[in-house]
């Protein structure tokens, strides 16, 4: 079975002209033995290389820092972290698959989604509202369409102490829908059970990662908007379908020197497409839960 993963060097021209969702090239360069869906890994993956991960995760230069796609449920999938971003003048590398999995949860729930597609000068997830043109557009659009959920999706290394991180700064951004962030990550526990014990690394609940800072997409939202938000960061071992030979992904260099490099490689070289089918799985479910309380 041969199936489009990770290309090594220049992406074909043709799939660098692409910048819709839909379509996929293969040229058979890698494979994979997944029982996973093929079409959608193939559309996930066709939609990381057009999209993302071009420029070394900066994105195409002629496109634009961001995008909104609209949706039919009021709900809205983020994605600030989907290609290298800029935090205090420091380059903050991209998050692999954040980006084409938020678009991919946002396509089957009939979501909103945004999701960051070229390196701009700041951060969203971290500067102020006031000089984040990303959380600006997000909050028109949370009120223009009557949004009343954020999902903003982040990626962690894959050292990271917890597969699977929900944060609600402590139960803040679900004020108008208390104990909403604990049955959330109840349900992520449930349905991601099998690879949380096979790595095992827990499921959990404003931990380390819990969108406490002021400036987070998911608290900005809430608090401005007054609707309910979660930050969802999800490690390597459940985002990142394709095997790299064996290297450093490109746009990632940065965090991944010293000691996570090993553990980085390693989740890397075992690469499980259908982790991330159960991880799209779950997260549409979530959203569908967390919207019938919400909506
Ligand atoms: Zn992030």
């Given at each position: 079975m041969k199936k489009l993963l990770y290309v090594e060097g220049d992406l074909p021209a043709a799939l660098l002209a692409q910048t819709g969702f839909d379509s996929a090239a293969n040229d058979g360069q890698t494979e994979t033995n997944s029982?996973?869906?093929?079409?959608?890994?193939?559309?996930?993956?066709?939609?990381?290389?057009?999209?993302?991960?071009?420029?070394?995760?900066?994105?195409?230069?002629?496109?634009p820092a961001f995008e909104i796609t609209g949706g039919t449920l009021p709900a809205i999938i983020s994605a600030p972290h989907a290609v290298t971003s800029v935090r205090d003048g420091k380059i903050k590398p991209s998050e692999d698959y954040i980006g084409a999995i938020a678009l991919t949860v946002a396509k089957r729930t009939g979501c909103h989604a945004i999701v960051a597609t070229r390196t701009d000068t700041g951060d969203p997830n971290w500067d102020e509202l006031a000089s984040s043109p990303y959380k600006q557009a997000l909050c028109d659009h949370v009120r223009a369409n009557g949004i009343k959920l954020v999902i903003d999706l982040h990626g962690m290394v894959a050292a990271s102490p917890a597969l699977v991180a929900v944060g609600s700064a402590d139960g803040e951004t679900v004020s108008h829908?208390?104990?909403?962030?604990?049955?959330?990550?109840?349900?992520?526990?449930?349905?991601?059970?099998?690879?949380?014990?096979?790595?095992?690394?827990?499921?959990?609940?404003?931990?380390?990662?819990?969108?406490?800072?002021?400036?987070?997409v998911a608290r900005t939202v809430a608090r401005e908007c007054s609707i309910?938000?979660?930050?969802?960061?999800?490690?390597?071992?459940?985002?990142?379908?394709?095997?790299?030979?064996?290297?450093?992904?490109?746009?990632?260099?940065?965090?991944?020197?010293?000691?996570?490099?090993?553990?980085?490689?390693?989740?890397?070289?075992?690469?499980?497409?259908?982790a991330v089918e159960s991880l799209i799985g779950a997260l549409c479910k979530a959203v569908r839960l967390a919207l019938g309380e919400v909506g």
């Amino acid at each position: 079975m041969k199936k489009l993963l990770y290309v090594e060097g220049d992406l074909p021209a043709a799939l660098l002209a692409q910048t819709g969702f839909d379509s996929a090239a293969n040229d058979g360069q890698t494979e994979t033995n997944s029982g996973a869906s093929e079409a959608i890994l193939d559309e996930l993956i066709a939609c990381e290389f057009a999209r993302f991960s071009v420029n070394d995760y900066r994105g195409l230069p002629n496109a634009p820092a961001f995008e909104i796609t609209g949706g039919t449920l009021p709900a809205i999938i983020s994605a600030p972290h989907a290609v290298t971003s800029v935090r205090d003048g420091k380059i903050k590398p991209s998050e692999d698959y954040i980006g084409a999995i938020a678009l991919t949860v946002a396509k089957r729930t009939g979501c909103h989604a945004i999701v960051a597609t070229r390196t701009d000068t700041g951060d969203p997830n971290w500067d102020e509202l006031a000089s984040s043109p990303y959380k600006q557009a997000l909050c028109d659009h949370v009120r223009a369409n009557g949004i009343k959920l954020v999902i903003d999706l982040h990626g962690m290394v894959a050292a990271s102490p917890a597969l699977v991180a929900v944060g609600s700064a402590d139960g803040e951004t679900v004020s108008h829908a208390p104990g909403l962030d604990a049955r959330i990550a109840s349900l992520l526990r449930d349905e991601l059970q099998a690879y949380s014990t096979r790595h095992d690394k827990p499921i959990v609940l404003n931990g380390q990662y819990a969108a406490r800072g002021h400036n987070t997409v998911a608290r900005t939202v809430a608090r401005e908007c007054s609707i309910s938000a979660l930050q969802i960061e999800v490690a390597t071992q459940l985002r990142v379908p394709a095997r790299h030979k064996g290297h450093t992904p490109k746009g990632e260099k940065v965090p991944f020197s010293g000691k996570q490099l090993p553990a980085e490689l390693a989740a890397r070289k075992v690469a499980d497409p259908a982790a991330v089918e159960s991880l799209i799985g779950a997260l549409c479910k979530a959203v569908r839960l967390a919207l019938g309380e919400v909506g």
